[in-house]
């Protein structure tokens, strides 16, 4: 009996499987993706008796795509992916529509790379994992089994073709997983997740020649380590099939990497990425590149300029079979952040977007936010100027932006992933709707964050429960922000966990993480008289950024020190926003709750169970913000809320 | 070769030993005790050439009390402990002068119990340890041998009589040090520790009944909770030589207790008290609890009244064999705090006074923080009126205050030990000055914190060093305090590790400590109008308190709430006084640094260069709390420091 769920996906077999008939594959080839889509079909597709479904290869049509011809039952496909994937597709249609598939596509993925990062731990820990422990690793050793497969399928389900299964920071046993300690056990990992047509990546320890190697520098070009990473992949790429390549977290928040030896980033991707080059290989390399130590006093440093600084200079200079991974905004996942000037200023260097679904730092799991929105605001974002064409950050990482050098096949989106080893493998089930949504948007960029929300619950919990919860899913993020951190200025959680609200609990600290209030006012001069930040954006940008009168409003404390007493566009003053807005929040949260209460009944027991049990932690949470925030704020300008509510 | 020092002890052994010869006691007892001190004196004694010191039984003296004639060479002892002291004490005395030590004596301690509480994890870890691992535990075994031999030499040189070996939070592998599992080895380190007159205590887990023995409550009345622990303590002091009791932390930080059954903290400790009685044991039971689930938005409920709440009305009502062990205030180890209203308020009751010599909150054995000057106090705290007689801490624990009932020999004081596996045993040199003085102290708390610090330098580091560690020392808790937390508020530090600042830390958590700092000014109001607490005092000391032109300055914001602009008796406004003190803080710690410099080559090099490691890290702590105190108050209060120095 497994103890785990299977989503959204359909879980009960038919008990007459239909036939399906493959047409134009190489009948020598082993085609075990194809026959991973034939089973798909056969054991949950619903299809009049005695119906025959077709899949047809059409090599003409782009990688991983597929069309459906409900009339005929034909699956026209690209590749085994695409069968996969169109498999999956008809699954979902027909459980949506109850029964039948409508026809569709062609459909065709808009960006080549579709990838979970998992955070995971060989001891089975999970940094910032929100969902039980590892699936992937257990007292350092690595599973297999139901649990990998039902992963594989959940997640190809959706459309993801690559997944790196080890935590960005390396230590200990997993800079050893490029040893034969571990092949046997990767090589049938990855045999189980190449069945859906998923590669496995791993992340590498930079430092492994010097930690496992014996070599005393990793210096990038140093013919000792360059030799020692040449023989250490022929021997991982013999022993391991199906290994797309590494992940590489270099130079960051205590991780070695080439700055050590006063090269580039470049140079240490680029020696990475020669090793791996003749097993196809590709090295992924994070651009989360800033200084940890900082200063609290220091006002110019800023980190939110790190990125830039640190990468801008090497645009260019990368291998064709290296990609850059950059985080959405410049900090860290923050509720609302500018997007990354990286993506716009890079202009000939692969690129991959990184988002994280994990809720690091929005609610954990435990309060509800749906983060679809806040992704497609990132995609939608056009990097030269807000009536610009074919910048957007969608546009670049699906190599279609104008002016932007691509290697094909090398860009794409990444997510920190949710899941854990927890019975509905992302803790909270309404988070669930982030994994699929993820893997959803990054197929189609152009679906909505509605669409993909309302796709989620047909599948789920359609009916009464999918109109209670569409709303509360697409307000989500908007109530998060309005209870936590105003107008972009960021952190104000607690240290370390990263749960929960510290207002100073980053602002003496090393981080880079500031808000500067005073008795007076809040927030970060990012203009040239400040830090200088808002010009990475370009001259379009820098110019909206800087006037407070044009600048977004929901960025404004990320771009400027403004004082408690200063207008809004609304009319309301900066400190009477923050009191409305936190009430606000709060508000929503127990009105959300109030609406799941009517679902009590309809949604099956435990799952109602499971939701409020979260809501009424999400509650105390919303409560503790609202009244921490609200307090700091009136204990630091002495200002009253005008509305005389409750204030600490 | 040991790897660890011998501190203030002698280490070079005699060439020639002196003769021992003692008279009065019984020639059929084996006088283990005994022999360690004649041991000590032949070993380490510097005597002329054919002398014979002579020990003598006078069992007319007070327990444990000694007197030495330096013409004769008689040491005159009232029992086999009184022998050790007083052979250290001779020891002592000739390290200091140079050779021959002077007559003196009658010493009788003061205090029955002279006890260190060690908070030793079975992982071999030390909770709130700063001077390495424990060299009791390691991997859930217990320890034994030479460093065990070494510590008990070590703390018998200055009085200890009495030392629990195990944190008081007692969990996993601990709770079954009462189990056969670990009464050999048990047995050997008590038998070590009866050589020097030491006896062994555990700490005890009150749900041991359930999580050992398979009870299903430990309700203190239930007879089979009853029966269970009788069995079980006959069977421990059957398997365990030397066993005094036990320390019990209960309804304490989560730790189980009577509360959980709705009896009161005497029908617990009452219980246990029954089941060891026969065995002449004592139980020890901490008076720390506190609601440490608090709501910070509730300004009525107040941490500092819980010890007294929770325990004055059992006055009277616990067995001759328990004592009560009270921290110094009501808080937790702050550098400043008044003094606990339970030494005064309890008149029918056993007690001992608990301190902290583990620098958890005072600097944690990196900043150099003599505590005998706090600990003075404490002592001569008047507990009815600063004018009364017979009423101060000190009398209260010897058994020699007026109008209190307490049972002959159950009464003394503990510390929280500084000691681990480091080399010097306390992690910093300068630490070691806690320890010793807290022995010394404990024994004679006549003694003056100079005439301990000169004691301890003048044996360690004599002359140029004393003359210029003795006034570092002597200043140190005084230095501690300016530039870390003004006025007795407290807190303010990182929460968990307890090191460095953190102003809001605290302020909007659970446990209970709170500044409550706004635009206007900081402090608690403890007055009727407030908490309450100054009550807990009696009169005499509620109308002081409670009065800001009475209450003593350095705990008016623990006792109210204070204006920035608010005068102090300096003629200073609050806000200065806060600025400047910090600013003398971190130049007073500059200036030691300064005077510690002319010790280079004076001090050994090893030793040199331990101090000088500590201070620069002392001297980064000290900025950090000054410019984090001094920012926060100024980003907070907005009024600029008169002397215009950089505040952040």
New interface residues.
């Given amino acids: 009996m497994k103890n785990w769920e299977q989503c959204w996906l359909p879980d009960e077999e038919n008990r007459e499987e239909c036939a399906v008939r493959c047409e134009g594959f190489d009948p020598s080839g082993s085609h075990r993706v194809l026959s991973t889509a034939t089973e798909e079909l056969k054991r949950y597709g619903r299809f009049p008796k005695d119906a025959e479904v077709l899949i047809v290869l059409d090599d003409k049509l782009p990688p991983e795509s597929y069309a459906y011809d409900s009339g005929t039952l034909k699956l026209t496909v690209a590749d085994e992916r695409g069968a996969v994937y169109g498999a999956f597709h008809i699954l979902r249609e027909q459980k949506i529509h109850g029964g039948t598939s409508p026809s569709f596509g062609p459909c065709i993925p808009d960006n080549p790379f579709r990838m979970l990062n998992h955070w995971d731990n060989m001891d089975g820990s999970i940094e910032r994992g929100y969902a039980g422990l590892s699936f992937f690793f257990k007292d350092g050793r690595i599973l297999n089994g139901d649990r990998i497969r039902d992963y594989a399928r959940l997640v190809a389900s959706v459309g993801i073709n690559a997944v790196v299964i080890n935590n960005v920071n390396v230590k200990g046993d997993a800079t050893w997983l490029i040893s034969d300690r571990y092949y046997r056990d990767l090589s049938e990992l990855s045999n189980t997740l190449s069945l859906y047509g998923i590669r496995l990546f791993l992340s590498l320890n930079y430092a492994a020649c010097m930690d496992i190697g014996g070599l005393d520098n990793a210096d990038p070009l140093d013919p000792g380590v360059i030799s020692w990473w040449k023989e250490r992949m022929k021997e991982v790429f013999e022993n391991i099939p199906n290994l797309g390549g590494f992940l590489v977290k270099a130079d960051s928040e205590g991780r070695p990497g080439p700055f050590t030896y006063q090269r580039t980033q470049a140079d240490g991707a680029n020696m990475l990425a020669e090793a791996v080059r003749e097993y196809g290989g590709t090295i992924i390399w994070r651009c989360f590149v800033y200084n940890c130590m900082q200063d ?2 220091d006002r110019k440093t800023d980190r939110a300029r790190a990125g830039y600084d640190n990468f801008i200079g090497t645009d260019g200079d990368y291998a064709d079979n290296v990609i850059l991974q950059i985080k959405n905004g410049p900090m860290d996942f923050q509720i609302r952040e500018p997007v990354s000037p990286l993506f716009g200023g890079l202009k000939k260097t692969n690129m991959m977007l990184e988002v994280q679904i994990a809720q690091e730092y929005t609610g954990q799991q435990i309060d509800v936010c749906y983060l679809i929105p806040l992704f497609k605001e990132v995609l939608g974002y056009h990097t030269e100027a807000p009536d610009a064409e074919g910048d957007t950050v969608a546009e670049i990482i699906a190599a279609k932006a104008k002016g932007h050098r691509v290697t094909p096949g090398m860009s794409g989106i990444a997510a920190v992933s949710n899941m854990g080893d927890d019975p509905n493998w992302t803790g909270s089930d309404l988070a669930q709707a982030n994994l699929y949504g993820f893997g959803r948007l990054a197929f189609d960029t152009s679906l909505s964050a509605e669409q993909i929300a309302r796709e989620f619950l047909a599948q789920i919990w359609p009916g009464k429960a999918e109109e209670v919860l569409l709303p509360i899913l697409l307000t989500s993020r908007a109530t998060y922000e309005k209870y936590t951190v105003p107008l972009g200025i960021g952190w104000m959680v607690r240290p370390a966990t990263h749960y929960g ?5 980053y602002e ?1 600290d090393r981080w880079g993480t500031y808000h500067r ?4 006012g809040v927030g970060v001069d990012r203009t040239d008289a400040g830090t200088g930040y808002a010009a990475q954006h370009g001259p379009a940008w820098k110019k909206i950024y800087e006037d407070t009168d044009a600048c977004p409003e929901e960025l404004l404390l990320f771009f400027h020190r403004v004082l408690y007493t200063d207008r809004l566009r609304s009319g309301k003053t900066l400190i009477q926003h923050i009191y409305d807005t936190h009430f606000e929040g709060v508000s929503e949260v127990e009105a959300n709750m109030e609406s799941i209460r009517s679902l009590e009944g309809i949604l099956p027991e435990k799952i109602y169970g499971r939701i409020m049990e979260r809501m009424e932690r999400q509650l105390y949470n919303a409560k ?1 913000w609202r ?2 925030v609200n ?2 704020f ?5 200002i009253p809320d005008e509305q005389g509510r409750m204030i ?1």
């Fill in positions: 609290w006093r609200p510290s207002v100073d609990g003496y209030a005073d008795h007076l503790e009244d921490q307090s700091y009136f204990r630091k300008s002495g600490y």
